[in-house]
């Protein structure tokens, strides 16, 4: 079985929500998934949290060779640089 960590959409129309999910490779994006590791709200305010991935969840996935899409690459990197830039 391939596995892929990829975004699955969520939200009404107009405002999209993002979560962050483990899936079979062969499943359909909003599909069945194996594990939830996060969030991405591309529309959220100031204040509010716009991006949350289990870190440690992800790497051990990654681990066993689970591949990332592009945009979830994207995304783990901005969130190590943010993570990085608080500290």
Partial sequence: MSV????????SKGRPFFNIV?????VRRDGRFIERLGFYN???????????IAQDRLTYWV???AQT???????VK??????TAAA
């Fill in 42 to 52: 591309p529309t959220a305010k100031e204040g509010e949290e716009g991006l949350r």
């Fill in 69 to 75: 899409s592009p945009t979830v690459d994207r995304l």
């Fill in 63 to 65: 681990g066993v060779g």
């Fill in 22 to 26: 483990v899936a079979d490779k062969r």
């Fill in 78 to 83: 901005q969130a190590a640089a943010k993570t």
């Fill in 4 to 11: 892929a960590i990829r975004l699955s959409r969520g939200g």
